[in-house]
């Protein structure tokens, strides 16, 4: 009688444990929850107009950043098909040193995505100096 008490406490250790493995299983792991950190970029920029971060049509937001601590390192940035230029006629939008451009709020709520999923190039009056591209 013991050893087949024994293979009774076994076997209902056993379905004990299918059981709950089952009900683990069965609801699926719980989805890590959506955090709104943004993908950062850092690009290197020079004197000449560049690239600075490709398109994308699912970017929800976009902040550029000029990183650089020295108050005479400007950069200017625009949308892809302009040209930005620094000097006295600069086109585009100016970055001074640890400044930040987002497109307005208001305009990225009006349904035209206010350039976010637009490629950005930029340009600076400094040689190597680097940008920050956020990207939500």
């Known amino acids: 009688m013991t050893a087949r008490k024994g293979w009774f406490v076994i076997y209902a250790a056993a379905i004990a444990i299918a059981i709950a493995a089952a009900i683990t299983f069965a609801t699926g792991p719980k989805a890590q929850p959506t955090v ?25 937001s976009i902040s550029i950043c000029n990183p650089s601590s020295t108050a005479a390192n400007v950069c200017n940035v625009a949308p892809t098909g302009i040209t930005p230029t620094t000097g006295a006629t600069a086109v585009g939008v100016g970055l001074a040193a640890l400044t930040c451009f987002t497109p307005p709020s208001n305009v990225m709520n009006s349904g035209t995505g206010g350039g976010a999923g637009a490629g950005w190039n930029g340009i600076c009056n400094a040689a190597s100096q680097s940008l920050i591209v956020l990207e939500w």
């Not at 709104?36 to 929800?60: C, D, H, M």
């Open 36 to 60: 709104g950190l943004p993908f950062a970029t850092s690009t290197s920029v020079g004197t000449s107009s560049t690239a600075i971060i490709g398109a994308n049509p699912s970017r929800r």
